[in-house]
């Protein structure tokens, strides 16, 4: 199969793309500021006999997503997994932040993905099981004192998969992963007394890892979940229930 996963630097969506190399998928992995480690990624697929090349672009800029769309298309004639895990979450009040910084949250999570999935359409019509696999988060149903921006724009991408997963059916499935706490680079700026807090409200009693998130994500990109499109996968560990 020939996976796209955005954000494939670090965290979640590296996780990921591990996760699709060890199954024998190709790999193509988007990166934003981080292209030395994507391109460490490439060579360590690449030296597993796998098949990856990487392509950067800042999915707030429009430009940028169409060129990541051209460069993807000039390799690949078909794409068969599409997952939009690349998300930037500046926490900020919605009282004390810039309108800019409002609407930059809603391009890259909502826009940016979005615009990417309709230029890579035709490919991605043409895999026999197409899959395209969102990464939200539990603060789209929960709301957030401090992310009211990254809240609207996570609730905009459930809202956008839905949507997509009655259109696009039965050619292509739409899912969504929405995770919870989990110990990666957006977590960083937690103090111990905001991490504490974190964990006394998750059932399951620790944060999730980058491999949690990406296993439900390679579950919904495989053949056991055909039969599945228009959901909502939590990983969180209990945190939020239903
Ligand atoms: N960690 C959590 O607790 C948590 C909880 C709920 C949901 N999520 C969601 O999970 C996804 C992955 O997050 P993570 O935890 O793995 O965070 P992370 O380690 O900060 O990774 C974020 C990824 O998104 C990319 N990215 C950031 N801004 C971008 C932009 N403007 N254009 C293109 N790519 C951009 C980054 O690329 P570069 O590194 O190359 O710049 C990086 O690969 C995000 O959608 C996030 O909202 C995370």
Known sequence: MRAVVTGGSQGIGLATVRRFAKDGDELAVHFHRHAEAAERVVEEIAEGGGN????????????????????IAKKWDRVDILVHNAGEYARRAFTDGKWEDFERCLRVNVVG????????????????????IFVSSVLASSGSRHGAHYAAAKAAVEGLA?????????SVTVN???????DTAIL?????????????TIPLGRLGTAGDVADAIAFLASPAASYITGATLHVNGGLRMG
Request: no cysteine; net charge positive; glycine share 8%.
């Open 52 to 71: 990856a090349f990487a392509a950067g672009a800042d999915l707030g800029n429009p430009e940028e997503v169409r060129e990541l769309a051209r460069t």
């Open 113 to 132: 993905a979005a615009e990417l999935t309709r230029l890579l359409l035709p490919r991605l019509l043409r895999s026999r099981r197409g899959r395209i």
């Open 162 to 170: 839905r949507s997509l997963a009655r259109e696009l059916a039965p």
């Open 176 to 182: 969504v992963v929405a995770p919870g706490s989990v």
């Open 188 to 200: 960083a700026g937690d103090s111990l007394a905001q991490r504490t807090d974190r964990l006394r």
